[in-house]
Structures are given as C-alpha cells and as structure tokens.
C-alpha cells in the first residue's frame, strides 16, 4: 500500500477472494435477472416448459442457484487458499 511498507499475503489473498466473491455475486444477479425478467418474449400461452415450470423460472430460479452453489464450490476449492489468522504472518511455505 505505502512505498517501504510490506503488506501482509494475508491481505492479498483476503482481496483477492473478496473481488472473485463479487464477481460471482454478479454474474449471478446477471443471470438470475436475464432469465426472470428477459427469458420470454411471449405470453403464458407460448412458455417453453422444462419439468413442469416455465422456462424462465425454471432457469432463473431451479437450475441458477444449484448451478451457481457449484460454482461456487469450485471457486473456493481451486482458488481460495487457507490462510492464517493469527497476528504474526507465519511463513508455512505454502503459495
């Protein structure tokens, strides 16, 4: 942050989950809204049905969340690293 000050890993990682967090939040919201509000251009009589709902709800509502919940998961599991919490930074030789 300041020139001659060393800012701790810790709050590389920790702004960098943030940003990813975000992003995904975002895309989320992007999609969520696309599908509920911009998924037909017709009215009820013309829907595409998928298991019994209309399309866009089933995109925007049943198939999103379990969707983003995955992605989710990958996010954290591939990206996300375990850092500690303790007031010293520790070097454990992990990157």
């Known amino acids: 942050m300041f020139p001659g000050k060393h800012e701790d890993r810790r709050f590389k990682t920790a702004r960098f989950e943030a940003i990813c967090s975000l ?10 809204y696309g599908f509920a509000y911009h998924g037909t251009d017709s009215g009820p009589e013309n829907y595409h049905y998928f298991m019994g709902f209309p399309g866009w709800f089933f995109f925007s509502c049943v198939l999103g969340p379990f969707l983003f919940c995955f992605i989710a998961w990958a996010m954290v599991n591939l990206l996300f690293k375990e ?12 990157d």
Request: aromatic content about 18%; cysteine-free.
């Open 83 to 94: 850092v500690s919490l303790s007031p010293k930074e520790e070097d454990d030789g992990r």
């Open 23 to 32: 992003v995904l939040t975002v895309l989320y919201f992007m999609w969520w």
